[in-house]
């Protein structure tokens, strides 16, 4: 199994910043990809960030130029670094980690727990 901790959250005024972090552990063989999901009220979860391959990435269009994911292998950890929020980016944060676990022959999808993010006045 894996688990993922996230922590960073926490309400910010409009054009400030906050750095999110997702570290993973567990009896883990390999790490497909790591990125960052979001789920504002009444609305779908939705990409924000992730890491396609080793160094590729992809963002939501909403977000480029002001969100920055970047991730340290050693520590098994993902960042996501916000800056310039807008009320819009209020929403709960997941980190996701598709990764493959030792003994297992596939890779599966692994979620944190979600951390509130509140962008307000």
């Known amino acids: 199994q894996v688990q993922l901790v996230e922590s960073g959250g926490g309400l910010v005024q409009p054009g400030g910043s906050l750095r999110l972090s997702c570290a993973a552990s567990g009896s883990i063989f390999s790490i497909n990809r790591m990125g960052w999901y979001r789920q504002a009220p009444g609305k779908q979860r939705e990409l924000v960030a992730a890491?396609?391959?080793?160094?590729?990435?992809n963002y939501a269009d909403s977000v480029k130029g002001r969100f920055t994911i970047s991730r340290d292998n050693a520590k098994n950890t993902v960042y996501l670094q916000m800056n310039s929020l807008k009320p819009e980016d209020t929403a709960v944060y997941y980190c996701?980690?598709?990764?493959?676990?030792?003994?297992?022959?596939?890779?599966?999808?692994?979620w944190g727990q979600g951390t509130q993010v509140t962008v307000s006045s």
């Open positions: 996701n980690v598709v990764a493959q676990t030792l003994g297992s022959y596939v890779a599966r999808d692994y």
């Open positions: 890491f396609t391959g080793r160094i590729s990435t």
